[in-house]
């Protein structure tokens, strides 16, 4: 194993786990649909590079919410030889990433009929392949299918700027509920939206759509169209219990996601407290018994939330131990007492596994009140981060 930083906590990243995970969405969809990832937030705070070292060959299509992270890939390919991948902008951008977005063959997405005023005197040989972006119902970002033929008279005006490569949209509660009505309204709208537009711009009668993220590519297979964006699950978590009460509804078999991420540490140092000491920042935790403690080189700062002072376990040598006192922005105090006899430094996990016993991210999200989304994607971008491919 590559060797781990001693002063910080780091981040393990499971190949094996990762590449499982997109076979399973590979079956899922089948050989119609082209398999799309989200690598946004620092591919869900896993790292971005790690990432793509292990599934850049492996995808259709990479979905990221910056036009700096799409530039950032396109620099990845140049350096590894890689021959480039369709990268899809989700987010927003500024007039002066234009001109790299197009050089760079990069797709962007009309959020808004703010997008449109970006291409005022631009002036290009090429053009931009944009993705129409319907607002069915989530009010995020994306045109509103009332105003659609207003926006479309607007977007004519650029015509001869941009292609119109795909139309998309984005579910707004599919992770929350085991019914998948309102779903199937705002797919009910898209479809219809799609038809109306093919029917008055006949250029668009091949476009490509797409629609679903995790939970809808897993649950409704109407709306995988001709690709999906899978974003959580590729990472091994689930969009929510919700979504994996319904699969196994859908399905007698539960797919097999594993966890890609561990984050671990050593600690700074260990020693044993008197019975009526106190620990960290407001005296919040008091030693009722003679203690052995671990202090943790890993805080608030790097994404251990808060909240968690008091509340979590973490693992050493198998064993669960709790956290004591408050989480400090550097520092975390864990009582050992019932796993060591000693002072010698240890391993901890903070999520992840050792020896069969598990802290995940849905322990650490119900702990702090929060969804694993929350708790992968805010650990920090400054950590290390070790690519495992035992
Ligand atoms: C984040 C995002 C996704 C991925 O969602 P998951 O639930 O993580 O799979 C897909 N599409 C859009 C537009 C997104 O913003």
Avoid at 16 to 44: D, M, Q, W
Avoid at 138 to 160: A, H, P, T, Y
Avoid at 203 to 228: Q, Y
Wanted: charged share 25%; aromatic share 8%; net charge neutral.
């Amino acid at each position: 194993m590559t060797t781990t930083p001693k002063h910080t906590s780091w981040i393990e990243i499971k190949s094996c786990a990762l590449k499982n995970n997109l076979e399973i969405f590979r079956n899922i969809i089948g050989k119609n649909t082209s398999l799309g990832v989200v690598l946004k937030s620092n591919a869900y705070g896993h790292g971005l590079v790690d990432v793509l070292s292990i599934l850049h060959d492996k995808v259709d299509l990479i979905h990221v919410i910056s036009p700096e992270d799409a530039l950032f890939i396109r620099g990845y390919e140049k350096k590894n030889n890689l021959s480039p991948k369709r990268i899809l902008v989700l987010g927003s951008i500024d007039k002066n990433h234009l001109y790299d977005m197009m050089e760079n063959n990069i797709e962007l997405v009309l959020y808004g009929s703010e997008f449109l005023s970006l291409f005022e005197n631009i002036n290009t040989k090429q053009k931009f392949q944009i993705h129409l972006h319907i607002d069915t119902g989530l009010g995020r970002e994306g045109l509103k299918v009332s105003q659609i033929d207003n926006e479309m008279i607007c977007l004519e005006k650029i015509f001869d700027k941009v292609e119109i490569k795909g139309i998309m949209s984005h579910f707004a509660n599919t992770e929350d509920v085991t019914d998948q009505t309102y779903a199937k309204e705002q797919l009910g709208v898209f479809n219809e939206t799609v038809i109306k537009l093919q029917k008055k711009y006949p250029g668009l009668a091949n476009i490509e759509k797409h629609f679903a993220a995790s939970a809808a590519t897993m649950l409704l297979p109407e709306s995988r169209f001709d690709s999906v964006r899978i974003g959580i699950s590729l990472y091994g978590l689930w969009a929510s219990s919700e979504t994996k009460v319904s699969y196994n509804v859908l399905s007698k078999e539960l797919p097999d996601l594993q966890p890609v991420m561990s984050w671990k540490t050593k600690s700074q140092t260990v020693k044993k407290l008197e019975p009526g000491s106190f620990i960290g920042y407001g005296r919040s935790y008091k030693c009722e018994c003679p203690t052995r403690i671990a202090v943790l080189p890993v805080g608030y700062f790097d994404g251990y939330p808060r909240i968690l002072g008091n509340k979590a376990h973490v693992l050493v040598e198998g064993q669960r131990c709790p956290v004591i006192g408050r989480i400090m922005m550097n520092h975390i105090v864990i009582d050992i007492t019932n796993v060591t006899n000693d002072n010698r430094q240890i391993t901890v996990t903070l999520l992840g596994e050792d020896h069969g016993e598990k802290i995940t991210a849905e322990m650490i999200a119900e702990w702090s009140s929060t969804i694993n989304y929350e708790v992968v994607t805010r650990i920090g971008a400054h950590l290390p981060r070790i690519l495992r491919t035992d």
